[in-house]
T-cell receptor
Framework: DAKTTQPNSMESNEEEPVHLPCNHS???????IHWYRQLPSQGPEYVIH???SNVNNRMASLAIAEDRKSSTLILHRATLRDAAVYYC???????????????FGKGTLLTVNP | DAGITQSPRHKVTETGTPVTLRCHQT?????MYWYRQDPGHGLRLIHY???????DKGEVSDGYSVSRSKTEDFLLTLESATSSQTSVYFC???????????FGPGTRLTVL
């Protein structure tokens, strides 16, 4: 399975943008890039995913490098509620849930300062 | 919230006793998953199911079994609990479209 590399921790100030990097140099052409986050004492929650093009949703933006060997999750205005562990995960494109088994690394612990 | 519940939410048991955790969903999703999470680690997949009576192993399946006799329930059983199985257990479902897993609130299991 293709691996991802993320910084152990990052710090941000409230209402400032946050750029969370992820390296995945061994990504295959059929791997999707997913981001999940886990708030304290909760289960993970889906944030965003993409394949080649940049993606936006109400929670965040995902910027994918042209060679797809890295990506960046962008939180446009961090709030205290965004303090969480953020996981960058690769999933193979395919049919059905048997191909959708999430492999979590240790993620990046984001601290948001008021 | 995709109608997913886990029971019990907390359990303390003794080494050698059997334990069953239940994951219940109300929206007829086909794929269900069991993960465990230990301090300082990300989640690790134990077992998953792709339909009634259809299950498969994940990366840390030793010591665990699962059953899915109805679409809505996915049971995780520890036949003889050990202290190394002290963990937080999360159930998840795959939402329609196949691009997002939704997680339950978790069960904190302590094996003494």
């Amino acid at each position: 399975d293709a691996k991802t590399t993320q910084p152990n921790s990052m710090e941000s100030n409230e209402e400032e943008p946050v750029h969370l990097p992820c390296n995945h140099s061994t990504i295959s052409g059929t791997d999707y890039i997913h981001w999940y986050r886990q708030l304290p004492s909760q289960g993970p929650e889906y944030v965003i995913h993409g394949l080649t093009s940049n993606v936006n949703n109400r929670m965040a933006s995902l910027a994918i490098a042209e060679d797809r060997k890295s990506s960046t999750l962008i939180l446009h205005r961090a709030t205290l509620r965004d303090a969480a562990v953020y996981y960058c995960i690769l999933t193979p494109r395919g049919s059905g849930g048997s191909n959708y088994k999430l492999t979590f690394g240790k993620g990046t612990l984001l601290t948001v300062n008021p | 919230d995709a109608g997913i519940t886990q029971s019990p939410r907390h359990k303390v048991t003794e080494t050698g006793t059997p334990v069953t955790l239940r994951c219940h969903q109300t929206e007829n999703h086909r794929y269900m998953y069991w993960y465990r999470q230990d301090p300082g680690h990300g989640l690790r997949l134990i077992h998953y199911s792709y339909g009634v009576k259809d299950t498969d192993k994940g990366e840390v399946s030793d010591g665990y079994s699962v059953s899915r006799s109805k679409t809505e329930d996915f049971l995780l059983t520890l036949e003889s609990a050990t202290s190394s199985q002290t963990s937080v257990y999360f159930c998840a479902i795959m939402l329609a479209g196949g691009s997002e897993q939704f997680f339950g609130p978790g069960t904190r299991l302590t094996v003494l």
